[in-house]
């Protein structure tokens, strides 16, 4: 079993920062893609950015030049740095991880979500 912890959400100003982070922990061999999800309020779920285990990124286009995604392959971490927040980034984050458990077995995980909450 594995489990992804986030950190670092929290209020903010709108033009202000934010960094989050998701550890993934438990009996992982290795950590394939990484990503976080955000919901906003009668919204559904959607991507924000990911990043692949060769390090490879993806941003949705209304964070793009604003948000950068990393990883830190030796802590099981990755991290989105949040720059320019606007109050529509206001939503639930949620990190995401394709955990290889064994060589013949990988798992989804999600986080348990971090509020970002961005004000005008």
């Known amino acids: 079993q594995a489990q992804l912890e986030e950190s670092g959400g929290g209020l903010v100003q709108a033009g202000g920062s934010l960094r989050l982070s998701c550890s993934a922990s438990g009996s992982i061999l290795s950590i394939n893609s990484l990503g976080w999800y955000r919901q906003a309020p009668g919204k559904q779920r959607a991507l924000v950015a990911s990043?692949?285990?060769?390090?490879?990124?993806n941003y949705a286009s209304s964070v793009t030049g604003r948000f950068t995604i990393s990883r830190d392959n030796a802590k099981n971490t990755v991290y989105l740095q949040m720059n320019s927040l606007k109050p529509e980034d206001t939503a639930v984050y949620y990190c995401?991880?394709?955990?290889?458990?064994?060589?013949?077995?990988?798992?989804?995980?999600w986080g348990q979500g971090t509020q970002v909450t961005v004000s005008s």
């Open positions: 995401n991880a394709v955990l290889v458990m064994s060589a013949t077995y990988v798992e989804h995980y």
């Open positions: 990043i692949t285990s060769g390090g490879g990124t």
